[in-house]
């Protein structure tokens, strides 16, 4: 099992990157996704989730309106639009699975079992 994190850079505040995960070795329209970031001398944290269903969405209140998390199940794959990107939004990225047998939301690090290698993103000013 692996999810394979891509797409981070550096870029100007205002602008907009797209993050991409991977996922293999799993049955993955069967997990919830989600990025979490951390940022240097920071702890971990919830970015946002989506469900086995498409529409169940979640985000952080500090992403909300900015953001926008997607997948596609038939490329095994998790995205993150990250628009009006802020300095404060500089952190690694890191994607997350989570095997569900219902439709639920996920928020917590503990609720996740499988991690991407993370990807880093920087927002100079």
């Known amino acids: 099992v692996q999810l394979q994190a891509s797409g981070g850079g550096l870029v100007q505040a205002g602008g907009s990157l797209r993050l991409s995960c991977a996922a293999s070795?799993?049955?993955?329209?069967?997990?919830?996704m989600a990025w979490f970031r951390q940022a240097p001398g920071k702890e971990r944290e919830f970015v946002a989730t989506?469900?086995?269903?498409?529409?169940?969405?979640y985000y952080a209140e500090s992403v909300k309106g900015r953001f926008a998390i997607s997948r596609d199940n038939a490329k095994n794959t998790v995205y993150l639009q990250m628009d009006s990107l802020k300095p404060e939004d500089t952190a690694v990225y890191y994607c997350?699975?989570?095997?569900?047998?219902?439709?639920?939301?996920?928020?917590?690090?503990?609720?996740?079992?499988?991690w991407g290698q993370g990807t880093q993103v920087t927002v100079s000013s």
């Open positions: 997350a699975a989570k095997h569900s047998i219902i439709t639920a939301t996920y928020l917590s690090l503990s609720d996740y079992g499988i």
């Open positions: 989506i469900g086995r269903s498409k529409g169940s969405t």
């Open positions: 070795g799993l049955t993955f329209s069967r997990y919830a």
